[in-house]
């Protein structure tokens, strides 16, 4: 049996990442992957293919309604669907050859299989070769899977989760969301700018309801321009599959069942940890009510050399923050003492405009009774974003109101991905709304508005509003 200082189940952004470092610190490790590419979940049918699409399908929306404003006649563009599909399987194709290449040059050795445990040290892969290995320490990285609820249980062909919505084969007539988080808005986006109708079924009273309300209601706004209709406060019953699309029976608030009628219903109410198969009780690990494995502050499952991270741990499902995790765990094995603050681990939806914030909410500060002030601008503001035909969103910034420390960042923005790090190492260096406000910006930039915003926020002196 082959022997390893470090085996990680799962070769998502946290297990390859974990399994990376590791190598770094002169770890042999070894990586189990159950399917035959690695990249897990975010790579093949997550972050980078959604994003292909939206990518895709916001250059088709644009050249169908801006080009002609930018003085660029074209005829009016058609969408191609399976060329677009093709695009996006290039682009997964491509990101997870560079994760094989990572593996091969940090000696990385990889088993395709399912890994189980046979024991706490010893591995079972369950593959072409049924190979069983040894690990001084293993690392479960095994991610998550689209969740469902009772009455809503997916048929992969009408009644869709994410991985479906990737590969359709025809752009929806009507696509009926169930859920306004993340997941449901992005693909919402993709179908809608190519043509579809898109309802949106929440069972809250607005968007993204783990963000700042600021944010959700701005991005409601926006969408409700470009077509989605909503029907929040209403409870999904039952999903039904009809002759060609689906059919579902919802509770609005009155407590009325209303019939709402589309071709395909898309299930995105969140994901759930995934540890199927795992033998998690050959070694005694027991999961939470939510199905999460059970750690400590330092990850440690109640197995002392067993760790778990990423979406199969509590916490945010996010690829970044799996990412820190495995480099977490990966240095405490090699006795450092890593650091996390799960606080500054920031939120990114990829509309567009993009959404992202980092820190607390305004909601969360009321509730611990902190004092604060707000500071917003409105991007339309900008020079850069009248010049660029990106008008909409705003910026939020939040300061405690004795010390002017910032306390969170919420942005609606052209590029909001990339401007929430300015706020991610500012509040990291525990930057008061002045320190931002003083930092000269370029001009003209979308990330004027974070430096007009912080001006709000100290003494409300914006220079440009």
């Known amino acids: 049996m082959e022997k390893y200082d470090v085996v990680v189940i799962g070769s998502g952004p946290g297990g390859y990442v974990s399994a990376i470092r590791c190598a770094q610190l002169g770890l042999k490790t070894a990586i189990v992957e159950k399917y035959n590419t690695l990249g897990g979940t975010c790579l093949n049918v997550g972050c980078i293919p959604s994003k292909a699409l939206l990518d ?21 563009p058609k969408v191609n669907l399976p060329k677009m599909m093709t695009r996006k399987e290039e682009v997964i194709s491509q990101t997870c050859d560079g994760v094989q290449y990572l593996m091969e040059k940090n000696k990385i050795k990889v088993y395709h299989g399912m890994g189980s445990f046979v024991d706490k040290n010893t591995i079972s892969i369950n593959g072409e070769k049924n190979d069983k290995i040894y690990g001084d320490n293993i ?11 009772p009455g809503m249980e997916p048929d992969k062909k009408r009644i869709i989760t994410s991985t479906e919505a990737l590969s359709l084969k025809e752009v929806p007539k009507h696509l009926i969301v169930i859920g306004g988080g993340v ?62 699309g689906v059919q579902l029976d919802v509770k609005n608030k009155k407590g009325e069942i209303i019939s709402v009628e589309g071709d395909y219903c898309l299930v995105a ?44 741990v509590k916490g945010a499902m996010l690829a970044h923050k799996a990412e820190e ?41 009321k509730e611990s009774n902190v004092d604060f002030k707000v500071g917003q601008f409105p991007i339309r503001a900008l020079g850069r974003a009248r010049a660029s035909m990106d008008i909409q969103g705003l910026i939020k910034i939040i300061s405690d109101a004795t010390t002017d420390e910032v306390l969170g960042v919420h942005m609606i ?37 974070v430096k007009e915003a912080a001006l709000a926020a100290t003494e409300s002196r914006p220079l440009h509003i």
């Open 269 to 312: 109410v969140g994901r759930k940890a995934y540890t199927e198969k795992l033998g998690l009780e050959n070694i005694g690990l027991e999961t939470d009510k939510a199905g999460r494995v059970i750690t400590n502050d330092h990850l440690q499952t109640s197995v002392k050399n067993v760790y778990a991270i990423g979406d199969v």
């Open 183 to 244: 997941i449901g808005l992005e693909l919402g986006s993709v179908y809608g700018r190519l043509g579809s109708q898109v309802t949106v079924v929440e069972f809250q009273d607005g968007l993204l309801p783990t963000m700042d309300k600021t944010l959700g209601k701005e991005l409601m706004k926006i969408l409700k321009k470009e077509g989605f209709k909503f029907l929040f406060n209403h409870a999904v019953q039952k999903v039904n599959s009809t002759k060609d």
């Open 56 to 76: 895709s399908s916001e250059h088709f929306k644009t050249a169908l309604h801006d080009f002609d404003k930018h003085g660029i006649d074209i005829n009016t």
């Open 413 to 449: 923005a052209p590029r909001a991905a990339d401007l929430i790090m300015e706020a991610v190492v500012a509040m990291e260096y525990r930057a008061s709304a002045e320190d931002i406000a003083r930092i000269c910006h370029p001009h003209p930039t979308y990330s004027e508005a």
């Open 325 to 365: 995790e495995g480099v977490f765990v990966a240095e405490l094995i090699a006795n450092q003492k890593p650091h996390i603050d799960y606080n500054l681990v920031p939120g990114v939806v990829y509309t567009w405009p993009e959404v992202a914030a980092v820190g607390k909410t305004e909601q969360e500060l």
């Open 139 to 149: 690392i479960i990285a095994t991610g998550s899977k689209p969740n469902f609820f």
